[in-house]
């Protein structure tokens, strides 16, 4: 397949795409922000539990 065909078929399969409005795109936004903002503190937390317990049976 040459690239300007290519090209072509992707124009045509962006036109069927359903694009988020601006009030959907916002919600979407502060929904990943936030689950990505507390996955991250769990991760922290669950690192610092799992540091103090080792540092308990270290010494």
């Known amino acids: 397949m040459n ?3 290519f090209l072509k078929n992707v ?3 962006m036109k069927k ?3 988020p ?3 959907e795109l916002t919600r979407y936004t ?3 922000i936030v689950t990505v903002a ?3 503190l769990f991760f922290a937390l669950i690192d ?3 540091t103090q317990l080792l ?3 270290v010494e």
């Open 3 to 5: 690239p300007v065909t």
């Open 11 to 13: 124009n045509r399969e």
């Open 17 to 19: 795409v359903s694009w």
């Open 21 to 23: 409005k601006g009030r």
């Open 30 to 32: 502060i929904t990943v």
């Open 38 to 40: 507390f996955v991250a």
């Open 48 to 50: 610092l539990g799992i």
């Open 55 to 57: 540092n308990l049976v």
